[in-house]
């Protein structure tokens, strides 16, 4: 992922959690309780994908949708296809 390393992301979730401990689902839904209306739009190489198939294996309604060869955040980068296609899958 051209984001951030494994080392900037945990230095950001330490940030994010302030005292918070970082398994508490405030920090992490992957610790907490979700309703099943949930949609995920997840690229492979972003760094965190592999979490993301965790959670989604643990929550069968999740509707998840992946994009091949795309990273973290990738739908905002207005005016590519695959950010397109998540616009106008939220609108509708």
């Known amino acids: 992922d051209f984001?951030?390393?494994r080392e900037q992301l945990l230095d950001c979730a330490k940030l994010y959690a302030g005292n918070l401990d970082l398994k508490?689902?405030?920090?992490s839904p992957i610790y907490g309780s979700i309703d099943n209306n949930v949609t995920i739009y997840a690229g492979t190489d972003d760094l965190i994908f592999p979490d993301i198939?965790?959670?989604e294996k643990t929550r069968p309604g999740i509707q998840l949708h992946i994009f091949e060869g795309?990273?973290?955040v990738f739908?905002?980068?207005?005016?590519t296809n695959?950010?397109?296609i998540v616009?106008?899958?939220i609108i509708k």
Do not use: S, W, Y
């Open 3 to 5: 984001m951030f390393d």
């Open 70 to 72: 795309l990273t973290h």
């Open 87 to 89: 616009i106008r899958d």
């Open 24 to 27: 508490n689902p405030l920090c």
């Open 53 to 55: 198939l965790e959670f």
């Open 75 to 79: 739908p905002l980068f207005v005016g």
């Open 82 to 84: 695959e950010a397109e």
